[in-house]
């Protein structure tokens, strides 16, 4: 799926990878899979980063079968591709897919949070509060990576407290999805749009259920107009070698 020229992690004139101690358990597909994400979530792995297998599995001192099954799941969430006779990359998505993906969370979110809104205890709000401050920091810091991931966690959040599974696992390829794109299009500064995920919870803990709806549109539109901007500065990024990502 790459659109872009595929990066290779900067190979050879590095320090050996600093392996775990022999006494700590190798890590297992699910927190091989989990690590790869969070580096791409916090654009320490950029789109186009190639995902070697030889090198994961020196990183992680496990098996290349192993790191094999783990990027084969990231390939099936479409966060890596898989290119013939080349490798797996980080996914690049083209604008088109781009404006596919924000079609289908305007289809889905909107009434994903109707269930929410009609439903939620006060436990669960206490819990959507928590993570606000948690973005708040973000911002005050002016901490990128952390303002993409924790966005992203927010509307995880309230997939999952929608109660459907199959919505929370599309949401998760979804969301996803879209901090690629923002990593690619747009500015991780205006992907929390500031004052919307609270208007949001207000809703929500009001039990606003058509008022929470048009603010998820709204929300949403705001999000994808970064999209539309289309920063191309990721084309001036490089990542840094694998060994680098997973081992500082």
Known sequence: MPNRAPRTASPTTRKPAKHAPASAAAPSTDQIYARILT??????LLPGTQLIEERLANIFDVSRTKVREAIGRLVHDYIATN??????FVSSPSVEQAREVFDARRLIEPALVRIV???????????????????DAARQSADARNIVSLSGEFHFLLADMAG????????RELETLTALVIILF???????????????????????KN????????????VEHVERAIDLRADDETSASLEEVFTR
């Open 164 to 171: 459907n599974s199959f919505l929370s696992r599309t949401m």
């Open 117 to 135: 809104a009609a439903k939620a205890t006060p436990k669960q709000v206490a819990v959507l509060r928590a993570h606000l401050k948690r973005e």
């Open 39 to 44: 580096a791409i979530l916090e654009r320490r």
């Open 83 to 88: 290119i013939p006779n080349r490798g797996a």
């Open 211 to 222: 008022r929470a709806a048009k603010l998820m549109l709204q929300h949403l539109e705001h």
């Open 186 to 208: 747009g500015s991780s500064d205006s992907f929390i749009c500031p004052g919307e995920h609270p208007a949001l919870v207000d809703a929500i803990e009001a039990g606003g």
